[in-house]
């Protein structure tokens, strides 16, 4: 009996397309602390030099964090007159991201709560 040999290409593509497919339907907890701009489209943003990622809140509740972004984007965001165009034009499409799951109600008031004491 002949076995067939599947190329070795056809199977690297079908482990990496699964690879690239966990990052955006993976969701994990945000730990980088993000600060309110001004947007219509965009409520906070945050930046982590040690993991190199840009978190980006948006009005409606997503909450998305861009990997192996440099810190010179991130100051060119916060920069921009329209946030929104800004994440179009130079991040969306460019850098691999995960969904990260928004912080619950309660504990943005106990962080609210906590920066008024200081």
């Known amino acids: 009996m002949k076995v067939s040999r599947v190329p070795v290409f056809f199977i690297l593509a079908l482990i990496f397309s699964g690879l690239a497919r966990a990052d955006s339907d993976e969701v994990i907890r945000s730990r980088i602390k993000r600060q309110p701009v001004v947007s219509t489209n965009v ?3 945050g930046y982590s030099r040690q993991l190199h990622a ?3 809140e948006f009005v ?3 909450v998305y964090r861009y990997l192996n ?3 010179r984007l991130y100051r060119r965001l916060l920069a921009a007159d329209s946030k929104g165009r800004f994440i179009a034009e130079n991040l969306r499409g460019k850098y691999r991201f995960i969904r990260v799951r928004p912080r619950s109600d309660a ?3 106990t ?3 906590a920066s008024r004491e200081r």
């Open 111 to 113: 962080e609210q709560l």
């Open 107 to 109: 504990a943005r008031g």
């Open 69 to 71: 972004v440099q810190p």
């Open 43 to 45: 409520a906070s943003v």
């Open 54 to 56: 840009l978190e980006i």
């Open 60 to 62: 409606r509740g997503a």
